[in-house]
């Protein structure tokens, strides 16, 4: 068993584990870690537990100290030097230019290393905008290009649900999203209704994915023949998932039509039939075209 805490470097960011053996740390407090990139400063947001040897993946780095008043001054410190490095790399960005957009900019803890994070439609030659930058920060430089929902978690925004980026607020890793989830949840297939303000689309998608999946395989398909638990068939016209309810289409001993509501638990079918995956995959290939090329448009 080896004891760990949970330590996020940015409010938003991913949860990275460190070894806590000599440490009792709380939740809430901030720490001096060593990772990949050197020495880091960040907040506990998982306090001491055990885990298994066997969970864990790579080798755990330790905590090096509880932050002290003069860390969180030397943090606060980087936040200042970094928006000034921020403003620098532009004026650099646009003394050479380049076709790249700047996104965010900060220094390590032990201001070994300066990062940078840009966006750009393709390959950037950044060769001799590196040199100009270490020449004036007289340290490591690290141009890093992200992608555009890499570039949306760290802006932020309002959604077209009214509320803050998901991904800004508590998603602390993308998880990926399909057409296939909007179908399935009978949403409308135009790209600009259910992309968010990356361009991609909405992570949400995958919130209540599980749960129409599963209410969809107790609904029968429309177009289906169905028979109620009276005796009486008909054909579906239209089904309420969340609702589980199916309105019939029947025909009375007239011969007379009349559409009928039924609780799905009154009727009797088979279990739903999915489609055939042969049709399902170029249907969704051509819902996939349309997105990207409604994404080229507004490039």
Same mark, same amino acid.
């Given at each position: ?8 470097f940015?409010?938003n960011g991913?949860i990275y584990?460190f070894? #806590?053996e ?15 990139r050197?020495v ?6 998982l ?6 040897d066997?969970k ?7 905590v090096?100290?509880i932050?002290?008043e003069d ?10 030097? #970094?928006?000034?490095a921020y403003?620098?790399?532009l004026e650099?960005?646009k ?10 900019c900060?220094?390590?803890? $032990?201001?070994?290393?300066v990062?940078?994070?840009?966006t750009? $439609?393709g ?8 040199? $100009?930058l270490?020449?004036v @920060?007289k340290?490591?430089i690290?141009l890093r ?6 570039e949306?978690k760290i ?18 890793? @993308?998880v990926?999203v ?10 409308s297939?135009?790209?600009?209704k259910?992309?968010?303000v ?7 998608l995958?919130n209540e994915q $599980?749960t ?6 107790k609904?029968p398909?429309?177009?289906d023949e ?10 579906v016209q239209?089904?309420?998932?969340l ?10 001993e007239?011969?007379?039509?009349e ?7 009154d009727?009797? @079918?088979?279990?739903?039939k ?6 399902m ?7 996939e075209?349309m997105?990207k090329k409604?994404?080229? #448009?507004?490039?």
């Amino acid at each position: 068993m080896a004891k760990v805490i949970g330590v996020r470097f940015r409010d938003n960011g991913k949860i990275y584990y460190f070894s #806590s053996e000599q440490f009792e740390v709380e939740v809430g407090q901030n720490v001096i870690v060593e990772t990949a990139r050197g020495v880091e400063y960040g907040r506990v947001v998982l306090g001491n537990r055990e885990i298994h040897d066997e969970k864990i993946i790579s080798t755990l780095k330790p905590v090096i100290r509880i932050a002290t008043e003069d860390d969180d001054k030397i943090q606060a410190n980087n936040k200042i030097k #970094s928006k000034e490095a921020y403003g620098i790399c532009l004026e650099k960005i646009k003394k050479h230019e380049l076709e790249m957009k700047l996104i965010d900019c900060e220094y390590t803890f $032990d201001n070994n290393k300066v990062l940078f994070y840009f966006t750009a $439609d393709g390959r950037i030659d950044f060769r001799e905008l590196v040199k $100009d930058l270490a020449s004036v @920060f007289k340290t490591r430089i690290e141009l890093r290009q992200i992608g555009v929902r890499d570039e949306t978690k760290i802006k932020g925004g309002i959604g077209i649900c009214g509320r803050s980026l998901c991904c800004n607020t508590f998603l602390s890793e @993308f998880v990926p999203v399909s057409i296939k989830m909007a179908k399935e949840q009978n949403l409308s297939l135009n790209p600009t209704k259910i992309s968010g303000v990356c361009g991609r689309l909405m992570c949400c998608l995958k919130n209540e994915q $599980d749960t129409y999946e599963y209410l969809n395989s107790k609904l029968p398909n429309v177009g289906d023949e169905v028979k109620t638990s009276t005796g009486v068939k008909g054909i579906v016209q239209e089904v309420s998932v969340l609702r589980q309810r199916v309105k019939l289409l029947v025909t009375d001993e007239k011969g007379e039509k009349e559409l009928i509501d039924y609780k799905v638990d009154d009727l009797v @079918f088979r279990p739903r039939k999915r489609r055939e995956k042969v049709k399902m995959d170029d249907e969704l290939k051509k819902l996939e075209a349309m997105e990207k090329k409604e994404r080229k #448009s507004k490039l």
